[in-house]
């Protein structure tokens, strides 16, 4: 089901029951990550959601995009700007939206989480210009057994890097805290194509399980 409110009244139409009604053709899964100020808006990157075959999330990755959804956007966000300002807030922001191909067959958008917050992608985008490495992509990783130690993901991190010409990896986040270790952990792999980012993600999953 499609509305124009929802409960705290974003002017502006969102996705609450997306298999209520068919609304065309998906495009795109993507976040807008920026900060946001009194007097304009500064995109950092645009993200989009990479999913294995059967739908499940591996990461997200820095979205190439062709023009006239970057111009969509750029329109479609807007009113979402105005309505952070209206109610005071000023800063980071993530939202995450749907782009589509309309029934007919026009190009459109649907935010789906408004994310006032900084998202992750933030990190990585940040670290990408810090290394040069234009091409990103972070994701969840579950090893064997529980992380207690940084020695139990490095001698990964050295391979791939190894095997992969210009090739970083960085930890971004652990689950792990002293009272519940965990065995997942978040990374970021930055490389200089797209060619050697998925060379470096096929050798990862063959170690470690990809995903949340």
Do not use: H
């Amino acid at each position: 089901m499609l509305t124009s409110l929802v409960p705290f009244k974003l002017p502006i139409p969102i996705i609450l029951e997306e298999d209520s009604i068919s609304i065309g053709e998906f495009e795109y899964n993507l976040c807008v990550s920026g900060v946001l100020s009194k007097s304009d808006f500064t995109t950092m990157c645009v993200s989009s959601q990479v999913v294995g075959e059967n739908g499940e999330w591996w990461g997200s990755q820095k979205a190439d995009l062709p023009d006239e959804v970057k111009d969509l956007i750029q329109d479609k966000i807007q009113p979402l700007l105005e309505y952070w300002r209206n109610i005071g807030y000023v800063g980071p922001v993530g939202p995450d939206c749907i782009v589509f191909r309309n029934t007919e067959g026009e190009l459109d958008l649907r935010w789906i989480d408004p994310n006032a917050r900084n998202p992750i992608s933030m990190i990585p985008e940040v670290m990408s210009n810090k290394l040069n490495l234009p091409v990103w992509r972070n994701t969840n990783i579950t090893f064997n057994e529980a992380i207690t130690d940084f020695n139990q993901i490095s001698p990964l991190i050295k391979e791939i890097e190894s095997q992969v010409p210009n090739c970083k990896i960085i930890p971004l986040a652990f689950r792990s805290t002293s009272q519940n270790p965990s065995p997942v952990c978040k990374i970021g792999i930055f490389t200089e194509n797209q060619e050697s980012l998925d060379q470096a993600f096929a050798i990862l999953s063959q170690t470690v399980t990809i995903g949340s």
